[in-house]
């Protein structure tokens, strides 16, 4: 497997959290094994950074590691937003220019649109900084609801915990489901949460719902039988609940609608059989439970950018 070359830029006065995202999932994660990624931590002088939380993490490479990097990653910015020296920006128009995909983790898309990178395009942040953030760059669209969103060569997420599954996308991406549910296992969080999930609910439940419920029970029931036809009245007289109702809580609980979930549920399946199956790709679809194969092949294009014989070149074995 190619190992990936990931730069990862440390600033000062953000969050550890934010910097230790990416070197786990690219990094620390693999364990007895060797990484599928290259990490290497830049600064702009080259030596410690200072972290919000006070203490200093000592950074061994300049700028310079951005160069050779087939991924670029800005895993956020200082609340106060101050403005990106030109060394980086210079830096982040010449590795996207070359070809690197460029991410911005959180307030890290503000280096992105200061770059000029995200003009045009579509691209996330913190949802707290969503009004800031259109008005000082109009010519991006701003959509503060998705994890994260995937321009093909420019990646931006949500905030916080959202940061995570954005990695987690890019080694699916790169790696292939397999890989990416194994470092998911390893570090004990969701394999798969796609990015038109939500990142912000107003009026959230605790936690989704208890399998004991009947609530819980049905969505499991679905979960272990994605194949089978569900239509949105019946699986709410299922939970006992009036569609309304059914509706609202499936979206207070899981940040999407019902048919949102169901599509990357099967989506995610369908990755797996491709991967560790000999099953044509018709099959692949209708055991995925999409009914048909030319449905199947328009969801994943628009998905994954790429069609599912090709999934299955990239990443079976």
Not at 119 to 146: L, M, S, Y
Request: aromatic share 8%.
């Amino acid at each position: 497997m190619k190992q990936h070359q990931i730069a990862l830029i440390a600033l000062d006065n953000i969050s550890a959290f934010h910097l230790s995202v990416p070197c786990l999932v690219f990094q620390d994660v693999f364990v007895d094994q060797t990484p599928a990624f290259h990490l290497t931590i830049c600064s702009e002088n080259g030596s410690a950074v200072s972290l919000s939380t006070g203490f200093q993490a000592s950074v061994p490479h300049g700028l310079e590691g951005v160069d050779n990097a087939d991924i670029v990653i800005v895993p956020s910015w200082p609340n106060t937003l101050p403005e990106p020296s030109e060394l980086l920006l210079t830096k982040l128009r010449a590795a996207h220019q070359k070809g690197a995909t460029i991410v911005g983790l959180c307030l890290g898309a503000y280096a992105l649109a200061k770059a000029g990178l995200l003009d045009g395009k579509r691209a996330t942040t913190h949802w707290g900084f969503q009004d800031a953030f259109q008005a000082e760059f109009p010519n991006v669209i701003v959509d503060c609801d998705p994890l994260f969103i995937d321009e093909h060569q420019i990646i931006t997420s949500a905030g916080t915990a959202a940061s995570l599954d954005c990695c987690l996308h890019i080694v699916r991406s790169l790696c292939g489901s397999g890989v990416a549910s194994q470092i998911a296992r390893m570090m004990v969080t969701a394999p798969f949460r796609s990015g038109g999930q939500q990142q912000y609910i107003p009026n959230p439940i605790a936690k989704q719902p208890e399998k004991s419920t009947s609530f819980g029970h049905v969505i499991t029931a679905i979960e272990q039988n994605l194949a089978a036809d569900y239509d949105l009245d019946t699986i709410a007289t299922r939970c006992a609940m009036s569609r309304r109702t059914f509706t609202r809580q499936f979206k207070a609980a899981y940040g999407c609608t019902f048919g949102e979930w169901l599509l990357n549920q099967r989506l995610a399946l369908s990755q797996q059989l491709l991967e560790s199956t000999d099953y044509t790709i018709a099959t692949t679809a209708e055991l995925a439970g999409f009914g048909s194969e030319s449905v199947f092949r328009k969801h994943f294009k628009k998905s994954f950018n790429t069609s599912p014989s090709e999934w299955r070149a990239t990443f079976r074995g």
